[in-house]
């Protein structure tokens, strides 16, 4: 089994940061891809960013506008998420997810493993 835990949401301003973590443990040698979905009140659970094994290539989706970046530390089996000017439109919670793929994934499908989400709120 594989857990994931994420950290680092909150209530921010728009034009704030914030920087989320997600630790995984158990079973981590068979994860190579990471993503960070998002989901909103009242819709679908959303794609953000995905960062393969190595850390080495990275992938956002368009709505990131080069406002976040995502990052890896493999010794601590740890992903980040970087969001800086955030906007009310990013509240949501934020899940991270870890793949067995060897390249980028954009898909829920691609993702086996799933952590239980941290809120983040954007204040106008």
């Known amino acids: 089994q594989v857990q994931l835990v994420e950290s680092g949401g909150g209530l921010v301003q728009a034009g704030d940061s914030l920087r989320l973590s997600c630790a995984a443990s158990?079973?981590?040698?068979?994860?190579?891809?990471m993503g960070w979905f998002r989901q909103a009140p009242g819709k679908e659970r959303e794609f953000a960013a995905t960062?393969?094994?190595?850390?080495?290539?990275?992938y956002y989706a368009d709505f990131v506008e080069g406002r976040f970046t995502i990052s890896r530390d493999n010794a601590k089996n740890t992903v980040y998420l970087q969001m800086n000017s955030l906007k009310p439109e990013d509240t949501a919670v934020y899940y991270c997810?870890?793949?067995?793929?060897?390249?980028?994934?954009?898909?829920?499908?691609?993702?086996?493993?799933w952590g239980q989400g941290t809120q983040v709120t954007v204040s106008s």
């Open positions: 997810a870890g793949s067995v793929a060897y390249d980028l994934a954009t898909r829920r499908d691609q993702y086996p493993y």
């Open positions: 960062i393969n094994r190595s850390g080495g290539s990275t």
């Open positions: 158990g079973r981590t040698f068979g994860i190579y891809t």
